[in-house]
């Protein structure tokens, strides 16, 4: 049995060097200027269980830094198996199915389950 856990941060100060005045001193839009996550990995035999938490803020939709999104947080999980040449994983994303707007103002897609089968020779 073993336990891993990680940390991770970044705070982005992209500020816009523009000649247009309402743009000048901005921080550019469409990315996250300050995101956070935190996790941590269980292994026990041929199981893994990962859960991530992940925070992402400061996400500007013009370049005036006039309207931005809430702060998007999600938790994803997966659940791995693996044995010699096969492998199963189920992996969700966004587990508590927060509602988020991206950049082009859609909400995302709430909670997401994928499963993935495979084998190697």
Do not use: C
């Amino acid at each position: 049995e073993m336990v891993a856990h990680n940390l991770g941060a970044t705070q982005l100060d992209s500020e816009n060097h523009s000649a247009i005045k309402a743009d000048n001193g901005q921080l550019l839009p469409g990315i996250y200027h300050s995101t956070f996550n935190a996790g941590a990995d269980l292994n026990w035999r041929q199981w893994l269980l990962r859960m991530q938490y992940q925070y992402e803020d400061e996400l500007y939709y013009d370049s005036a830094n006039s309207v931005w999104p809430d702060a998007k947080e999600t938790v994803n999980a997966q659940l791995r198996w693996s044995q010699q040449r096969w492998s199963a994983q189920l992996s969700i994303d966004n587990l508590l199915d927060e509602s988020y707007q991206d950049y082009h103002r859609f909400y995302g897609p709430g909670r997401a389950y994928y499963l993935n089968l495979a084998a190697n020779w």
